[in-house]
């Protein structure tokens, strides 16, 4: 039997085995998930803190306005 395109019984076609829908992620990747979250939101805050200052400074970055 073919499973590559099966029916789930709401309707809906999916590709791959029945088996590929419930596969959980390793510690191991979610833990480089939290990491790559941490390091992105860490950039964002430091970049609107050097954004701040640059505003109340009266150099406010190129393409941006100041409030």
């Given at each position: ?8 019984p ?37 970049r ?18 100041s409030?």
């Amino acid at each position: 039997m073919d499973t590559r395109h099966m029916e789930r019984p709401g309707g809906d076609l999916f590709a791959g085995p029945p088996g590929d829908l419930c596969q959980m992620p390793s510690h191991e990747e979610i833990g480089s998930l939290i990491a790559v979250t941490v390091a992105a939101n860490l950039a964002l805050v430091n970049r609107r803190l050097v954004d701040h200052r640059r505003a109340h400074r009266g150099a406010a970055p190129a393409g941006r306005r100041s409030h």
